[in-house]
């Protein structure tokens, strides 16, 4: 039970406001989900190198040399930035890999929260804008955005348990709603080799996204796929690398308010979480369809 | 040649029992599920299973008569600018007008204002009677919304959200044609005589996250003088009470399976929720987690008798109790003095529980005006009256014997249980040990 | 008679609806100017007099939600729940409405110039919604009385399980919900509805001729097994 916000920059002009926008968006829907709350950024990759978020319950310990360690298991330079609990480990794109399994022994504590060439993600327990702050994420520039803050209906405030959740790479997935079947879905999964760490429904569905494309389905087949096997009420929205996807059950009762202008399409559970943005008193508001997937690429 | 060895006897399936196979019959011949009102009959661990340990050197009893051990209770003390101060803390249930008759209402909001208490209106909206009659009413509000409107709402003492229900948690209410009368109708909206299906949800929000907006919205009609209420049925006691909590709510209200109903399918009634032995640990784990217990209230139902049922549902961490049921059968309801009349609609004392048909020979749900009016609202709530007053003098008494000056003060550990199952739900140790089924794992 | 503006990024909800409750049962100060709402919620909830209120923007969840007496007009989109259980008086939406919009409205006019979302008229009670646009999936869902009119389209499932509220649409029906049947308008509808469509600022858009009427079939109204598809 939460609050969505998701941003996709249609004029390059404005982006490097994406994260001022987003991050007053997410704040804005504070009431919606004070428990935690994360943010998901997309930005233009850098020529050959892909990216790493991590997270770590200790960043001064994990943190601390792990560039070193990194580049001596993996025998290529990384570069490390910290920021608060979270880092950003970028590296040649062909040793994605090797790095994801060097860092499971090097630092077992560390979580992956996503890795590709133009996502980071960002998401800790706390008010919106404490999360927001820890991060500077009204600093960050980017393509597009999503961000949520979660009232946790059954699974444990965590950080883990945040979202939004990675489905792979540069994708990522935040929901709002509550889902009635995730732990069928989540033994099948694991029986199909797609592995969960939380109790989180949402992290289900994501799961189930990532399984889908696996198996050979597009985003957009995946996300219609999900219509007919995830059960109960679900708002999402998925991130990739080149857009951003909006989806709802075939009841949708949980809200969805959508704006475009010629400078974005903005996605939000209430409309208060649009009203700052520019331009948004000639946007074009609506709200989208049950079973229907949206879509909009760069 | 016949063997001449004895038969095997005659011998019925446990599994198809007569009972089973007569519910069979019944549907394969009328096509239609199973409707009564009352809650579940089928044996479930209960309070009965538990067991206060009382004092004796260890601890100091209170002098019965002479030392004071107080029973009252504020409810809504967390926004609300008029909380509710109560003298004993044990509430009527919602209840609505075309369940039961207007002169059964009004019996309650006497009974209740009575002793000291509070009664609450049910699905067909605020009548006079009760409000006339109640000194403190709280008013429902609830998915079906009948007789809505911000009269009512400005003149209640408190508003109750209904998300669920303990003898159906999930599903919506249903009141057959026969006691839609006239008024009834006129009340609810809706032509006479059909059957009205109540929706399961709330129409106009789904979720806590809508339901925080929701509370502030009556909050602001209401200009945040009358308690907010949120009653859920026992169905995941533990996330549905933090939830109620993170959206506002001044109260909650949890109904174990054991609560009645008008009329809903039997299937629901025996065959969803938890007993509210079950309910009230885990919920009060939720308050506790969330650092509110005692802080935002905690009125627990379903199946509650006695004032023995009163002091444990408090030991375990309850604020009040609510009463339905029991607030009927004080009333008349089932009572022996009508068992040729019982015996006529095919049914016993005691067991008479077809409420939505509108034959009660009690004249308590029935909307016939010939049954109805057999019904005396001044005894019935004299009746009532003394019913409180001997529930609230029971659990005294065994709060003074704990040694304890309040009934609120009352704690899990003067518990003890006599069944692994009593223990194991409650999280008391069974007696004469210090361990109950999961304690440290195990 | 004066005018008040009311900021409410200056201000807070609860100073504006206590200022408007204080008027109850006044007649002086009736027009109010509400600036800033930015989406907020409760805007105008629970109004008990004759009041004139224009909100200059778009309003969150349940905006003059259980209206009495006042007039509310909405110069931007209305949230969820806007008008919800409204008694009286009318609500004027010039843009969208978000879902329930009317919900459970016992009495007085809603309309919404621009389109409505899913679940439009929810469980009315003797309100009238005029929609000048479309409506969403599941409008009308249990309605019990009054009178829906949509000037556009209706969704998937309009009028599921309803009572006796009446419904006239002059555009495509997606799907009917279960129990909802066309019905012939007869002279009285078309005095009804012409009624309604001047009441509802759309007498220059719309001509009674051009809309079907749509009410229950009364099937479900005492439970029959033939009929458990339906559940």
């Known amino acids: ?298 | 040649m016949t063997s001449e060895f004895p038969h095997t006897p005659p011998r019925k399936s446990y599994t198809f029992s007569d009972a089973a196979n007569a519910e069979i019959r019944r549907a394969a011949a009328s096509g239609i599920y199973d409707i009564r009102g009352g809650g579940t009959k089928r044996y479930l661990p209960h309070f009965d299973d538990l067991l206060f340990l009382g004092a004796s050197i260890s601890r100091y009893p209170l002098e019965g008569y002479r030392e004071k051990c107080s029973t009252d209770v504020w409810l809504g003390t967390r926004f609300a600018k008029n909380p509710i101060h109560l003298d004993i803390p044990v509430t009527i249930a919602g209840m609505s007008f075309g369940a039961l008759s207007g002169p059964a209402k009004e019996a309650l909001g006497r009974g209740a204002s009575a002793a000291g208490t509070s009664t609450t209106t049910g699905d067909g909206g605020m009548t006079e009677e009760e409000r006339g009659h109640s000194k403190t009413l709280v008013y429902q509000y609830l998915p079906s919304r009948y007789g809505m409107n911000p009269d009512d709402l400005r003149r209640a003492d408190a508003i109750e959200v209904v998300v669920g229900q303990g003898a159906k948690p999930g599903g919506g209410g249903m009141l057959l044609g026969q006691k839609i009368s006239d008024r009834v109708a006129m009340m609810r909206n809706l032509p006479k005589g059909i059957d009205q299906r109540s929706a399961c949800r709330h129409p106009d929000w789904t979720g806590p996250d809508d339901l925080e907006i929701k509370i502030l919205e009556l909050r602001e009609i209401t200009d945040w003088e009358k308690p907010i209420y949120v009653k859920i049925g026992g169905a995941r006691p533990y996330y549905d009470t933090a939830l109620a909590v993170k959206a506002g709510a001044d109260v909650v209200v949890l109904d174990g399976m054991q609560g009645g109903t008008a009329a809903t399918q039997d299937v629901f009634i025996e065959h969803v929720g938890q007993p509210i032995l079950a309910c009230i640990p885990l919920a009060v784990k939720a308050l506790q987690d969330l650092g509110m217990h005692r802080k935002v209230q905690l009125i627990v139902s379903g199946g509650i008798r006695t004032g023995a049922d009163v002091a444990k549902a408090m030991a375990l961490g309850a604020d009040a109790v609510a009463i339905g049921t029991a607030a009927l059968v004080a009333l008349g309801d089932n009572d022996p003095v009508f068992e040729a009349e019982y015996q006529k609609l095919g049914t016993t004392a005691g067991a008479y529980d077809d409420w939505h048909e509108g034959k009660d020979p009690a004249g308590i749900t029935t909307q016939d005006p010939e049954l109805y009016n057999r019904f005396d609202p001044v005894l019935g709530g004299r009746r009532l009256k003394n019913y409180l007053k001997v529930m609230t003098l029971e659990a005294q008494t065994i709060a003074r014997a704990c040694g304890k000056n309040h009934l609120h003060n009352l704690e899990p550990e003067d518990l003890c249980a006599l069944t692994m199952e009593a223990a194991a739900m409650a999280r008391v140790p069974l007696a004469g040990t210090d361990w109950y089924p999961g304690k440290n794992g195990f | 008679m004066s005018k008040q503006t009311f900021d409410l990024a200056a201000q807070s909800l609860r100073e504006l609806n206590s200022a408007l409750h204080a008027l109850n049962g006044q007649t002086n100060q009736t027009a109010w100017d509400v600036v800033n709402p930015k989406g907020s919620h409760a805007i105008a909830a629970g109004l008990d007099a004759p009041l004139d209120v224009t909100v200059h923007g778009s309003t969150g969840y349940y905006c003059a939600g259980m209206n009495k007496h006042a007039t509310v007009r909405i110069k931007g989109s209305a949230g969820p729940g806007v008008a919800q259980n409204m008694m009286s008086g009318a609500v004027i939406v010039d843009g969208d409405a978000s879902q329930y919009a009317g919900a459970t409205g016992r009495g007085g006019l809603l309309v919404i110039k621009g389109n409505a979302s899913s679940r439009c008229g929810i469980s009315m009670k003797g309100i009238d919604i005029v929609v000048h646009g479309n409506i969403g999936h599941m409008s009308a869902f249990m309605a019990q009385s009054g009178n829906l009119v949509v000037l556009g389209d209706a969704g998937d499932a309009l009028g599921d399980s309803l009572y006796e509220a009446r419904m006239f649409v002059r555009g495509k029906v997606k799907s009917l919900g279960a129990d909802c049947i066309e019905k012939e308008m007869r002279p009285e509808h078309y005095d009804l509805l012409e009624d309604l469509l001047r009441r509802g600022e759309a007498d220059a858009k719309a001509k009674p001729e051009e809309f079907r009427r749509y009410g229950s079939a009364r099937k479900l109204y005492n439970f029959n097994i033939d009929n458990a598809d339906a559940y």
């Open chain 1, 1 to 298: 039970m939460c609050g969505i916000v998701g941003l996709f920059i249609k004029d390059p002009a404005l982006e490097p406001k994406l994260g001022e926008l987003l991050t007053d968006m997410l704040i804005t829907m504070t009431d919606r989900g004070p428990d935690s709350a994360g943010i998901a950024i997309y930005s233009r990759p850098d020529d050959g190198l892909a990216k790493i978020t991590v997270q770590s319950p200790n960043p001064n310990t994990d943190f601390a040399n792990l560039d070193k360690d990194l580049k001596e298991a993996i025998g290529k330079p990384i570069a490390l930035k910290v920021k608060s609990t979270h880092a950003v480990i970028e590296l040649p794109m062909d040793q994605v890999d090797a790095a994801r399994s060097a860092l499971t022994h090097l630092r077992p504590e560390v979580r992956v929260m996503s890795s590709g060439d133009s996502l980071e993600i960002y998401k800790e327990v706390g008010l919106p804008k404490d999360v927001a702050a820890r991060f500077d994420l009204a600093k960050m520039k980017g393509t597009h955005g999503i961000g949520h803050t979660r009232m946790a209906t059954e699974s444990a405030v965590t950080t883990l348990g945040a979202h939004p959740f990675s489905t792979g790479s540069d994708q990522c997935l935040v929901h709002n709603g509550s889902l009635s079947n995730h732990n069928s879905l989540r033994r099948m999964l694991a029986h199909e080799g797609v592995r969960t760490e939380t109790q989180n429904d949402t992290e289900v569905g994501a799961a189930y996204l990532t399984w889908k494309m696996r198996e050979g389905a597009t985003l957009g087949e995946a996300l219609e796929s999900s219509i007919d096997d995830i059960d109960g009420f679900f708002t999402f929205v998925v991130g990739t690398k080149d857009g951003f996807g909006v989806i709802r059950d075939p009841i949708a009762c949980k809200p969805a308010v959508m704006a475009e202008t010629d400078q974005y399409v903005a996605f939000g559970s209430e409309y208060r979480a649009l009203v700052n943005l520019p331009g948004i008193d000639n946007a074009r508001v609506w709200e989208p369809e049950p079973s229907t997937v949206y879509f909009w690429n760069h």
